[in-house]
């Protein structure tokens, strides 16, 4: 895909991103209305995650006929060819429905199985994360970075867990993070988390098991920001997800060391 290809497609997540955040912020003011239906243990969708997803798609269709568009409300659709979005209408759910403004969209483009363009936007807190292959990584404009904490001492982590995986190896991690005096924190929304170690406010982001959706677009945003990420586009990763683990450069082999991916 040529620059101007990515350009044009970059321009046109940023407007839409804002757009359907912006709605999706409009219900979550009347939250208690909204119908919800629950797809696993502790898994819960609501008529705004469906119709979000069904704006993001009727646009992007319309816009880029040609690209295919993966999204976790309403799954594959355009298959083939090399541009595959990746949509997460609400990531953070959980937190949408109960009023803890940690919610965010989530809209990725991979190229060629790799993340090029990475949009995360929190419409409560009006934060927009925004990179595009080569061209760094921004914060509602402003170049960001991870950070630069070299000790596991000095670090927090994000962390995350769905019941997709056993408890006993996600509270060994947390144990042994423990034991290496490194702080953790569980904001439920796996794609801020991964967002927030773009920005340095967290010096990682971990979690045994994440889907593509929850990611593709912080791929991008900690990449660009500088950051490290684990060889999370492996294997049968659009049907299956994989581990996920991010961090500064610093501490990539001491996290690695510790946590189970
Ligand atoms: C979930 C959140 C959560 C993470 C889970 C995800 P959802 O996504 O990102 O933080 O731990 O793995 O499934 O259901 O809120 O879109
Ligand atoms: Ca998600
Ligand atoms: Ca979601």
């Not at 630069?148 to 996600?170: C, D, N, Q, W």
């Not at 082999?253 to 946590?259: G, I, S």
Request: net charge negative; hydrophobic share 40%; proline share 4%.
């Amino acid at each position: 895909m040529d620059e101007g290809e990515l350009d044009r497609r970059f321009h046109a997540g940023l407007g839409l991103v804002r757009e359907v955040g912006q709605e999706a912020r409009r219900q979550y003011r009347r939250r208690d209305t909204l119908a919800v239906e629950t797809k696993g243990l502790q898994d819960l969708v609501s008529e705004t995650d469906r119709a979000c997803e069904d704006e993001i798609v009727t646009t992007l269709t319309r816009m880029f006929p040609g690209d295919a568009i993966l999204g976790e409300e309403r799954g594959l659709q355009n298959a083939g060819g090399d541009a595959t979005w990746v949509i997460d209408p609400i990531d953070g759910t959980a937190n949408f429905l109960r009023g803890i403004p940690l919610w965010c969209v989530s809209l990725g483009l991979v190229h060629r199985n790799v993340p090029v363009i990475g949009l995360i936007y929190n419409p409560v807190t009006d934060e927009l994360y925004a990179a595009k292959s080569g061209s760094g990584a921004t914060l509602n404009r402003a170049k960001i970075k991870v950070s630069a904490v070299t000790k596991l001492s000095e670090a927090r982590m994000g962390i995350g867990f769905s019941y997709r995986r056993p408890v006993a190896p996600h509270a060994r991690a947390v144990s042994a993070l423990l034991e290496a005096h490194c702080e953790y924190s569980r904001f439920g929304s796996g794609a801020l988390g991964m967002a927030m170690t773009a920005d340095g406010r967290l010096d990682g982001y971990w979690e045994a098991h994440i889907n593509i959706w929850d990611v593709a677009a912080a791929l991008c945003i900690v990449r660009e920001a500088g950051g490290w990420t684990n060889d999370f586009m492996s294997g049968d990763v659009f049907r299956q997800g994989n581990p996920i683990l991010a961090t500064n450069p610093a501490l990539a082999a001491p996290l690695q060391a510790l946590l189970p991916l």
